[in-house]
């Protein structure tokens, strides 16, 4: 399948820089059989209504890490890096920019009076080093006394102070990412608390949001593309939650599709209750790309964000309900001033039949 079946076209003013205030009041744009065109227009204040008692809602509850940070190398040379994967307490893998690749070995004096050593290279990333008996002896207590908060290429400004709760989820809480779930940034206490008082359950899952979100595809067909890797942990507790959620008929709602990675991932290593329509308890990586053709398993309805065009993210949500039906979605949304992408609105997807048989190859 082409990669360009996936673009369209989107005015930049369209672009959302800030997020909506308050949260409720983003547009939401439901795929909906009944309505005319099959599309509905409505707001994120009525997301509950579309959930039922029963009901399973699915939430990523990784933690945004302040993960970009400046510095410059021992030449003098300006340097920034994005933290991709904390690796232990002393280290993490790095996207470097600077005018020339740092050298095996050489060091880099960064915001907040740390020193970082290149340790190695794999693939264009850094392994980057707090240098022994510096001050500062934990690379996650740095960055969060130092770092920046690492907005998307698409958001073309600084962050600032407000961004520390914005593009954070409410229930935020295992460090890791350095994007967003951003479907989960429209999520309050309060809506949370109408969810719960429908008789929808809750459970979570954690994957840690890479740079690699961002990254685009640069090849024709987008079966040859090469997903980026994330790690994830789908705990006993959310395998048994979709469990009981099936054994009483109700649906599983993924916010995000993070959470949709999270569970199809799962699901592949557990054949067996993917049968079911389960998963099974999962910890580890992931490189999971969904595009069309290929079959769901677990999740019945997502609600997310806009995509960018032709990114791996606009080909996940036309594995769901279709890429033609998506595309006039977007062309929808374009049309009547939604607001895209990480502070943009969202969308409801009810997934479509497109298989739930177990991959067994």
Known sequence: MHTQLFDYDLPQELIALRPAEPRESAR??????????????????DFPD??????????????????????????????????????????????????????????????????????????????????????ETDFLGWLKRAGHMPLPPYIDRADDAADRADYQTVFARRDGAVAAPTASLHLTASLLAQIAARGVETTFVTLHVGAGT???????????HKMHREWLDVPAAAADAIKAARARGGRVVCVGTTAVRALETAARAHPEAAARREVGAYQGDTSLFL???????????????????QSTL????????????????????????????????????????SGHAPDNG
């Open 28 to 45: 939401l744009l439901i795929l909906d059989d009944d309505a005319p065109g099959g599309l509905k227009d409505a707001y994120i204040a």
């Open 50 to 135: 579309l959930l039922r008692a029963g009901d399973l809602l699915v939430l990523n509850d990784t933690r945004v890490i302040p993960a970009r940070v400046f510095g410059q190398k021992e030449s003098g040379g300006r340097v920034e890096i994005l933290v991709e994967r904390l690796v232990d307490t002393q280290s993490a893998w790095c996207h470097v920019r600077a005018s020339k690749s740092p050298k095996m070995g050489g060091c880099l004096d960064m915001e907040g009076g740390v020193r970082l050593t290149v340790a190695a290279r794999d693939e264009g990333l850094f392994l980057l080093q707090l240098v022994p008996g510096a001050t």
């Open 214 to 224: 961002f990254q685009p595809v640069r090849v024709t067909d987008i079966s040859a």
């Open 291 to 309: 595009y069309p053709g290929q079959p769901t398993y677990v999740v019945d309805a997502l609600l997310t964000n806009f995509h960018l065009p």
């Open 314 to 353: 606009l080909m996940l949500v036309s594995a769901l309900a279709g890429r033609e039906r998506m595309l006039a979605a977007y062309e929808h949304a374009v049309a009547h001033g939604y607001r895209f992408f990480s502070y943009g609105d969202a969308v409801f997807i009810p997934v479509t039949s």
